[in-house]
């Protein structure tokens, strides 16, 4: 393989070595685009991939992204596969019963929102990586990300406790508790 290409190839050559194993397993492979990118919808923080439906694309084909936290080829490969499967699927069953058949034929185990390559298909997974080469990325460290402040003030209540949060200019109206009316509140 090629020693320079980008991230987006090489999960497309990942795509097109997957493609037998798919095929194999009574599943081929529909047409799909790869990037490495932040999957859209939850947190940056947990999820790792992400397909989207054809119905989604203005191309009419799956859109897969692998999370930039992923570095290691054996992971991103496996993540691939698990988003190959619901392009497979088409997104259409989400990690219902259907998916997990799919994903169990072609290789993969546990949880199926978790599914990842079993040790058989784990093998295969390393041999491609040593086919395709190293994969061109390094890992994106989000815990040097600043946190954005939150501009609330925290509110309580010394007769009830309850607490509540607002912004100061509201704060500094505060007269009495919105829970039990009593006047011992404070904001901090």
Same mark, same amino acid.
């Given at each position: 393989?090629?020693?320079?290409?980008?991230? !987006?190839?090489?999960?497309?050559? #990942?795509?097109?070595? =997957?493609?037998?194993?798919?095929? @194999?397993?009574?599943?081929?492979?529909?047409?799909? &685009?790869? +990037?490495?990118?932040?999957?859209?919808?939850?947190?940056?923080? &947990?999820?790792?991939? @992400?397909?989207?439906?054809?119905?989604?694309?203005?191309?009419?084909?799956? /859109?897969? *992204?692998?999370?930039?936290?992923?570095? /290691?080829?054996?992971?991103?490969?496996?993540?691939?596969?698990?988003?190959?499967?619901?392009?497979?699927?088409?997104?259409?069953?989400?990690?219902?019963? @259907? *998916?997990?058949?799919?994903?169990?034929?072609? #290789? =993969?185990? #546990?949880?199926? +929102?978790?599914?990842?390559? #079993?040790? /058989?298909?784990?093998? &295969?997974? @390393?041999?491609?990586?040593?086919?395709?080469?190293?994969?061109?990325?390094?890992?994106?460290?989000?815990?040097?990300?600043?946190?954005?402040?939150?501009?609330?003030?925290?509110?309580?209540?010394?007769?009830?406790?309850?607490?509540?949060?607002?912004?100061?200019?509201?704060?500094?109206?505060?007269?009495?508790?919105?829970?039990?009316?009593?006047?011992?509140? !404070?904001?901090?």
């Amino acid at each position: 393989m090629k020693t320079n290409i980008t991230r !987006e190839q090489w999960l497309e050559a #990942g795509v097109k070595a =997957l493609a037998p194993i798919f095929a @194999e397993a009574g599943h081929p492979l529909p047409a799909v &685009k790869v +990037s490495c990118s932040w999957p859209g919808g939850g947190t940056a923080r &947990k999820r790792i991939g @992400e397909c989207w439906a054809r119905r989604m694309s203005a191309a009419n084909i799956n /859109e897969i *992204f692998i999370s930039p936290r992923i570095a /290691e080829p054996g992971a991103a490969l496996s993540i691939l596969a698990h988003e190959l499967v619901h392009a497979v699927d088409d997104c259409v069953h989400g990690h219902k019963r @259907e *998916f997990a058949d799919i994903g169990r034929a072609v #290789g =993969l185990t #546990g949880k199926p +929102s978790a599914m990842s390559a #079993g040790p /058989e298909l784990a093998a &295969k997974l @390393e041999q491609i990586a040593a086919k395709i080469g190293p994969y061109p990325h390094a890992t994106l460290d989000l815990s040097q990300r600043k946190k954005q402040k939150t501009y609330l003030l925290k509110c309580q209540c010394h007769e009830c406790d309850a607490v509540w949060r607002m912004t100061a200019s509201w704060a500094q109206m505060l007269q009495q508790c919105p829970c039990c009316g009593s006047d011992n509140v !404070e904001a901090a």
